[in-house]
C-alpha cells in the first residue's frame, strides 16, 4: 500500500532554532515529492522535489530528497513565529497524477 | 482574479441529509481533486476529475459523489451515508502533467448536529 509517514507529528521550538522535518514515501510509480506550508487555510506549495541529492532553497527554508533511502527532510533556519503551521508532503504517481499526502507535521514557534 | 472558490465557509448538516460543497475555478483548468482533512491527519483525495464528463474514485470515496458538468465546477456531494463526514474539505485544481502546481481553494468546514 502507498503511504508517506511524516516525523514528527509536532514540534515546538523557540525563535532562532533551526528544525529539520522528515518525510519518507512508500510510492509505486515515483515521480516527485512535494512539500506544502498550511495556515489554517488551504497549503501553500513550497518546493517540489524530482531529483535526488539536488538541494531546492527558499530564504531560510531547504528541502532535499534521498530517492535511494526514499525520504525527504524540509529544514528552517533561525526560526520565527511566522513559521508557524502544519508542514505536508506528498508524493505525486508518475501517472494519473494523483498525490498522496502524509500526516503532516504541525511546528509551533514560541517567541 | 483567476483562482479557486469554495463555498460555503461552514456548512452544517443534519443527520441523514444530503449537503453540497461547491467548488469553482477559473485557471482554466482541466483537473480538479476533492481533499478531505481531519484534525493531526493530512489530506485524503475524495475524487478527482482530470476532464469534464470523467471522474475517479480517490481513496475514501465512500459516501460521497461528485459530478463534472463543466470545466469550471467540480461540486461535492456529502450524502447521508458518509457516516462521520465533521472535517475540513479541500478542492484543488491544476493542470495534468502538472499536478505540483495544484492550486487550492480556502476549504469548507463541515460540521454534523
Known amino acids: 500500500e502507498d503511504k508517506v509517514v511524516q516525523s514528527p507529528l509536532s514540534l515546538v521550538v523557540h525563535e532562532g532554532d533551526t528544525v529539520t522535518l522528515n518525510c519518507s514515501y512508500e510510492?509505486?510509480?515515483?515521480?516527485?515529492l512535494l512539500w506544502y506550508k498550511q495556515e489554517k487555510k488551504a497549503p501553500t506549495f513550497l518546493f517540489m522535489l524530482?531529483?535526488?541529492?539536488i538541494e531546492k532553497k527558499s530564504g531560510r527554508l531547504s528541502s532535499i530528497l534521498d530517492k535511494k533511502e526514499l525520504f525527504s527532510i524540509l529544514n528552517i533556519t533561525a526560526t520565527q513565529t511566522g513559521d508557524s503551521a502544519v508542514y505536508l508532503c506528498a508524493g505525486i504517481y508518475n501517472q494519473g497524477g494523483k498525490l498522496i499526502f502524509g500526516q503532516g507535521t504541525e511546528l509551533s514557534v514560541k517567541p | 482574479d483567476g483562482g479557486i472558490t469554495q463555498s460555503p465557509k461552514y456548512l452544517f448538516r443534519k443527520e441523514g441529509q444530503n449537503v453540497t460543497l461547491s467548488c469553482e475555478q477559473n485557471l482554466n483548468h482541466d483537473a480538479m481533486y476533492w481533499y478531505r482533512q481531519d484534525p493531526g491527519q493530512g489530506l485524503r483525495l475524495i475524487y478527482y476529475s482530470q476532464i469534464v464528463n470523467d471522474f475517479q474514485k480517490g481513496d475514501i470515496a465512500e459516501g460521497y459523489s461528485v459530478s463534472r458538468e463543466k470545466k469550471e465546477s467540480f461540486p461535492l456531494t456529502v450524502t447521508s451515508a458518509q457516516k462521520n463526514p465533521t472535517a475540513f474539505y479541500l478542492c484543488a485544481s491544476s493542470t495534468p502533467g502538472a499536478e505540483e502546481t495544484q492550486y487550492f481553494g480556502p476549504g469548507t468546514r463541515l460540521l454534523v448536529l
Open positions: 524530482t531529483s535526488s541529492g
Open positions: 510510492v509505486t510509480n515515483f515521480r516527485s
